[in-house]
């Protein structure tokens, strides 16, 4: 059964925001950052933004951009939720909650070493796992599934969800959900071809996600 909600990360045509108007993800997200090959600029996120479904969440994904860069693109509502992928420091990321009231997530890029009760220590709303912008490729999962098992994370978790992300595809989401308990799926490349955000796999995702669902 797959339990949690979906977001489909790095739109940027209006055949993207087409295709998820007619399924419905729960989020979607508009990447900021330049180097990224699904960067889009304000402007274009604002376009997007106004065809978008109101019933779907726009997450805006920076890397060490300026917090007032983000600050306004939430305050025009071209964006309802940050996600920070860069060393932004708390400070940063305080500003951005104080001054606008919208969410944020900090990402947390999984290794070996990676320690889940120093990475809830953020005044963030949401935790989001992944390998590394945009890689695609899964991280080490019994790293953090060992510590999912601490009661005390759980409690934390409890407060602060997380979002999985980092090689999610139609084909392992299940076994990632019933593993993880997630928040949320964030998927990207596997639900593309040839760099381009599919349809058809955007829409066997979520007629198989609804279908687990009510399973």
């Excluded at 990224?36 to 604002?46: C, F, I, L, W």
């Excluded at 996600?83 to 400070?91: I, M, V």
């Excluded at 709303?125 to 992944?130: G, K, M």
């Excluded at 080490?140 to 409890?158: M, N, S, T, Y």
């Amino acid at each position: 059964m797959i339990d949690c909600k979906v977001k489909i990360c790095g739109l940027r045509r209006e055949e993207d925001i087409c295709c998820v108007n007619a399924y419905l993800p729960d989020y979607i997200g508009f990447v900021f950052y330049p180097k990224s090959k699904r960067y889009v600029t304000g402007e274009q996120a604002q376009k997007l933004k106004e065809r978008l479904d109101p019933r779907i969440r726009a997450v805006g994904v920076f890397v060490n951009a300026d917090p007032d860069e983000v600050i306004a693109l939430l305050q025009k509502n071209i964006i309802d939720i940050a996600q920070l992928h860069g060393q932004e420091s708390e400070e940063e990321l305080r500003k951005i909650r104080e001054q606008t009231g919208k969410p944020v997530i900090r990402a947390v890029k999984v290794t070996e070493e990676t320690n889940l009760q120093e990475a809830y220590q953020t005044d963030a709303d949401y935790i989001l796992l992944d390998n590394g912008m945009g890689s695609g490729k899964p991280f080490p999962w019994d790293v953090i599934l060992k510590q999912l098992a601490q009661e005390e994370l759980q409690e934390k978790i409890c407060r602060k969800p997380f979002f999985l992300a980092g090689g999610i595809s139609p084909e392992n989401m299940e076994r990632a959900a019933e593993a993880f308990r997630p928040y949320a799926l964030d998927l990207s490349s596997s639900v593309e071809t040839d760099g381009v955000k599919d349809p058809e796999k955007i829409r066997k995702l979520m007629e198989t996600i609804r279908k687990r669902g009510t399973e």
